[in-house]
């Protein structure tokens, strides 16, 4: 009987388990593919108007109870999309992006992630672009240009690219806000030809703001007149709202309640 | 083996397992339920590591990816006068673990996976 018993338990559990090859690999269970893009054409449906509404989260790595709490008050906002700044995975395992991916698509607005520097190691880099596509990718929405870009320049050599950011900014018609991992002023990460493609593209008229994670707590400042924001880790249910309406940003922490109004360079 | 990105990649296993019951069914033998763990080592040392490479500033800098551990458990069939033994595991990583602690979604598809090996008994 007992027997029977345990063998009945192994059926049950054993229905539950798809066959994944090793953690090592590109393989996904979950379907989800180019996700970025997708949800571009989704923001593309939407009405525009003089404000446009962001979330902001990031460094959610495993903690996936914080990240379904930040995912359930987003979907009670009125945002317009939401933008993942990286680091949704500890070690850029293949079942890391399909328990991420779990929580992420039950965000119910347009959604777009960047490439953080725990998810481009081992085979984080092909399964970024499988999942969501290029690492670097640009959408313009309400006469803004919002650039999605991979700053994991130690992890992802192959694709990192200063000179792609500097000409994406340099040929937009629109103002400009960048959305990256690490941040562009990183002193560790940067040097030379790099940095210096990141210093011209802060000082650029047309950037109004760059915004990243890595850092796991909040920062605002100014660089050139080009206001820096740094959003907090997903821990203790923190993200951020931003809101912008005629050159005003209005910067909210959603866990602690503080805001923040600043005035984006003309 | 593994793929990743199309190319072929070896990883190395071992394991250790423990069978309470057997029933002996002619010349065969049923385990129905074996119960172990296992260490699945990477042989890519160029996307995997044990310690942060030199383009990071510590070497601590990323925990180890290039070593996973694990529980498995299954059943087992061995044949031919007990060299050869066919098994269905179902295996769960320590990442798999963590997020299992952490996770309120226990979708399960995510933390295990299963598997059906074919073993020589070395005796």
Known sequence: MKILGLLLTFLITSSCAPFRDSPF???????DRELNSANHHKLNALN??????????????????????VVFRINQSDVDFVVGLGDFTNSGYNLEYDQFLDSYVRINKPTFTVLGNHDAIGAGPSLFRKVFGPVNYYFEWNSYRFILFHSA?????????????KQTVDESNFPIIIFTH???????????KDAINFDEVIKNA?????????????????????TLLQSPRVEQTQWLQLEIENN???????ATGEATSISLKN | MYSNEGRHYTQVNFGYRYSRWQYNIDDKTLHPLQMGIFTTRTLDYKAYFLESPSQYPEKNYYDETRLRWGFEFGSALTFWSTRFELAYLVRIIDSG???????????????????????????
């Open chain 1, 25 to 31: 690999s590109d393989q996904l269970i979950r379907k």
């Open chain 1, 48 to 69: 525009t108007g003089t404000k446009i509404k962001i979330a902001i989260f990031a460094d959610s790595h495993q903690n996936y109870k914080d990240l379904d709490r």
């Open chain 1, 153 to 165: 320049n130690w992890e992802n050599p192959e694709e990192f690219n200063s000179s792609w950011l």
């Open chain 2, 97 to 123: 673990l963590v997020a299992v602690l952490n996770n309120s979604n226990k979708d399960l598809q995510y933390y295990i996976s299963s598997g059906v090996s074919l073993r020589y008994r070395f005796e």
């Open chain 1, 206 to 226: 047309k950037v109004k703001m760059v915004i990243n994670g890595h850092n796991h707590v909040y920062w605002l400042g100014n660089d050139n007149n080009t």
């Open chain 1, 248 to 254: 005003q940003a209005l910067i909210k922490q959603m």
């Open chain 1, 182 to 192: 690490a941040s562009l002023r990183d002193p560790e990460r940067y040097f030379e």
